[in-house]
């Protein structure tokens, strides 16, 4: 397989030669790296890479150069390989340039001379955009195909689960040639779908979750009966304790029954998040934290679910969808909220056939020239509305109230920027007609007032449910399902009933002494990715103090 390039430019000769000799030591291996002595030289070179269709994986580029500067060169390089990450070396001097292009050039990142040790200036950066750029990166497809139908909610469960678990894999519509002959040969007569094609030959017909997790080698079964720390839930904050538990030394299992990451891990793009000026997806943020929590020797088992819990002191033992136990001292509940259903007729029968719960990653590239409609006014739908318009002909985002009650001030600014986006407030989805697949919402303003409107996608960003229904009732929770911890349970400065220790409830603890909560399915909590990954640290830290005394 041919090598994917890093460039690097730089008219100083001196200077060029010491970022190409750091370059080649690091990723020679891997990477071909070129050099360039002015922006004219890279930009003929990007071009005959463009001919041969050889990818391009990182730009890394002075800012004072002749003729063209390096946002210059930056910019029209991306004309070329838009996927390609861009870094920006400057001195300090440049440093507000650096910056301004990282907001009107939407750079990734720059660095200042000099980067001596690379080992700790240069190498880290890199490897991060580096292993990004990976991420995303598609080859001559050589992986797992997946064949189906657009509209078949099967097709659509099957393609989301690959994607919310960062596995590869090629969409195949059933009305492609290729497609067709494909499920003639390896299930003739059948015509059974999705297929899902594996590279050792081997395929699978109309499978469930848990067979793929099984084929893929996904980890369902743990490899101890007990740990210090069972954590349930694999979003921002059930990562964040798993990765502070372990680092801690604590024997630490995490359990999530979709995928790492949660409803986070949907996020089309995350800009608020600190230490990521430019931000990044909620896949990128949930790889890294997976990648950090294995370092630190944490098991994950995915997908898999927590049925049941029980407490047999000192151990809480948990239940699994397979019948197996688990056994731990502390058990940290983050199993955060899911979007809500809409209400509306027609709605359940064509979910996952034009009707779709965030989703935005796994369905945008379909939706190319369609007009899409979305509901909600929270940062998700925000967040999904500017990935959609990237493919879409017009995106129409239909919201309550306003989105200045539930959205993030730099989300708003980005959507009254984008000519393709449309707010509709005061408006609701009143309900959604088609037969086999989606066809028309019927559209309702806060007058009552009622409009059909044609579309084929139509995406659910609308309120937090949280997982709560299968825990026992000593588990004590507010009116919604929100596990009530520490303050929230003292009734006029009373400990809640059946409550053992001579202490009162940790912050982050629930009713039951030795099981704790953080994220969004604590009540109280500030549902945002940097809260969640907060409260899983914090919990950790009170999950320390229990042990202590127990």
């Known amino acids: ?97 650096a910056i301004e292009a990282i907001n009107t050039a939407r750079i990734d990142y720059y660095l200042l001379k000099p980067w001596d040790p690379p080992q700790e200036q240069l190498y880290p950066v890199l490897n991060d955009l580096l292993a990004d750029w990976q991420a995303d990166y598609r080859p001559p497809f050589e992986g797992i195909r997946v064949i189906g139908h657009r509209w078949s909610p099967q097709s659509h469960g099957v393609r989301d689960f690959l994607a919310r678990n960062q596995v590869p894999f090629q969409w195949l519509d059933i009305e492609r040639e290729e497609a067709q002959q494909l499920v003639a040969r390896v299930e003739p007569g059948e015509g059974r779908l999705p297929v899902v094609l594996f590279e050792d030959g081997t395929h699978l017909v109309e499978p469930e979750s848990a067979a793929i997790a099984a084929k893929l080698g996904l980890q369902t079964r743990a490899e101890k009966p007990f740990y210090d720390l069972v954590i349930v839930g694999a979003g921002p904050a059930g990562l964040a304790a798993a990765v502070y538990g372990a680092s801690e030394g604590l024997n630490t299992v995490l359990i999530e029954r979709e995928a790492p990451g949660g409803q986070a891990g949907q996020s089309s793009r995350i800009e608020n998040y600190l230490g990521f000026p430019v931000g990044l997806s909620g896949a990128q943020l949930a790889r890294r934290a997976v990648d950090q929590a294995r370092r630190f020797g944490v098991e994950i088992l995915s997908p898999q679910e927590v049925t049941d819990v029980r407490v047999e002191d000192p151990y809480r033992i948990v239940t699994l969808a397979d019948g197996g136990e688990i056994s731990c001292h502390v058990l940290l509940i983050a199993t955060g909220v899911s979007y809500r259903a809409l209400d509306v007729p027609g709605s359940d029968r064509l979910s996952g056939a034009g009707v779709y719960y965030g989703a935005a990653l796994t369905e945008a590239l379909s939706c190319k020239d369609e007009d899409v409609y979305l509901v909600g006014g929270a940062n998700s739908a925000g967040q999904a509305a500017m990935y959609f318009a990237r493919y879409a002909r017009s995106v129409t985002m239909l919201v309550r109230s306003t989105l200045a009650k539930s959205m993030s001030q730099y989300l708003i600014d980005q959507i009254n920027e984008t000519s393709n986006i449309f707010v509709c407030e005061g408006t609701s989805v009143a309900e959604v007609h088609g037969g086999t697949s989606l066809e028309a919402i019927t559209v309702a303003d806060a007058r009552g007032d009622r409009q059909r409107v044609a579309t084929t996608s139509l995406f659910i960003f609308i309120g937090a449910e949280p997982r709560t229904d299968w825990l026992p009732g000593a588990v004590k929770r507010d009116a919604r399902g929100f596990i009530l911890t520490g303050p929230d349970l003292m009734r006029e400065g009373r400990r809640p009933p059946g409550w053992v220790p001579d202490r009162d409830p940790f912050l982050l603890e629930s009713s039951v002494p030795g099981i704790f909560v953080a994220g969004d399915v604590r009540c109280r909590s500030v549902k945002r990715v940097a809260s969640g990954v907060g409260e899983g640290s914090i919990a950790v830290q009170f999950i320390h103090q229990y042990l202590s005394k127990v």
Do not use: C, W
């Not at 790296?33 to 030289?41: D, F, I, P």
């Not at 890279?42 to 391009?56: D, M, T, W, Y």
């Not at 946002?71 to 440049?94: G, H, I, N, R, S």
């Open 1 to 97: 397989m041919v090598k994917p390039v890093i460039i690097t430019v730089d008219d100083d000769a001196e200077v060029l030669r010491a970022v190409e000799r750091d370059l080649r030591r690091e990723y020679g291996s891997r990477y071909r790296v070129l050099r360039a002595e002015s922006a004219a030289v890279a930009l003929g070179a990007l071009g005959q890479l463009k001919e041969r269709e050889e990818p391009v994986a990182l730009l890394l580029s002075d800012q004072r150069m002749p003729q063209l500067n390096g946002v210059q060169f930056l910019e029209k390089a991306m004309e070329l390989y838009p996927e390609a990450k861009q870094v920006l070396l400057t001195a300090y001097a440049d440093t507000n340039a």
